[in-house]
């Protein structure tokens, strides 16, 4: 087995090539048709029903992004910016707080000109990277009277009423995230009725997107990679369409590697407890994937087109191949498509061979 270093995905992408803005319409986007070690087929995203089967099952991520980024200022006068990463109980959040100096433990932080304060209570989360606070109401309710959407780092706009709409995905229905499961942004209405009028059935499963998605790989060794946590929940109707797809032959096809982040979590939790099958379950997870991974229970990604050096170009390189992938990157840049959150699609096949 080959030993990948950081730098197998890196890859020169033309800063014009990110997509500051979605599609006029979100199934207008463009498809790279992956699938297989062929050349790869140029596609639009509302042709994505006729490439799946009858019996096939997609299974999507329900989060729901949150309006997550606050400013404000300390009592000294200070700005600050927040990024909501997790809602607690009793009006506590685990916030990113961005200041000249750190605010400290019993201080107060006003937000959205004085409409309220909140209480640092400590540092938190992994390696105290995260300020703990105590919000005087209900952070979600807040957060959507005075909060911004929370628009990845390359997107340079503030957020707008067109961001308010399209950074969600039409069957948002938990809220929780800070980022969007972006492959699941190209579905519309058309789309979701062109499949179950194809025979394709669906199903939901919920991982909460954490900031971390968009951290770096420090350093050369992927061993030494930290994975941010995210909380995910596979419930029992998935776990049983997804059996039933398996018996009558169909494929499990994950809308964006955040619901098969959650797939093969689950999947690995039931196989070190000794379950032969999928079982339900909610919890954190850590899950880095990278090739040699072995995967459980997708058979098909829909996914956009990822950072260079990120975990989630990893990812679907561990299950589409590293070389196929690359190939793939390059036809997409030689022919335009859009990249990262508000970009096209891609359509994949997980690698039966030996990987490379």
Known sequence: MRTYTVADFDFPLPPELIAQHPAAERSASRLLDGRGDGPPVDRVFRELPSLLSPGDLVVFNDTRVIKARLHGEKS?????????????????????????KSPKPGSYVSFARGAFEAEVLGRCGPDDALFHLRLPADPLALLEAHGHVPLPPYITHGDGAEDVQRYQTVFASKPGAVAAPTASLHFDQGVLDALAARGVLSTRITLHVGAGTFQPVRGDNLAEHKMHS????????AVADIAAARARGGRVVAAGTTALRALESAALASA?????TLQP????????ITPGFHFRVVDRLVTNFHLPKSTLLMLVSAFAGHE?????????IESRYRFFSYGDAMLLDRRTGPLL
């Open 76 to 100: 000294t006068g200070g700005a600050v910016e927040a990024l909501v990463e997790r809602v607690l109980p009793n009006h506590e959040v685990w916030a990113h707080l961005r200041a000249s």
């Open 230 to 237: 995210e909380w995910y929940e596979v419930g029992a109707q």
């Open 272 to 276: 070190q407890a000794g379950h032969a």
């Open 281 to 288: 379950g909610a919890r954190e997870t850590t899950l880095f």
């Open 324 to 332: 196929h992938v690359r190939a793939l990157y390059r036809h997409a």
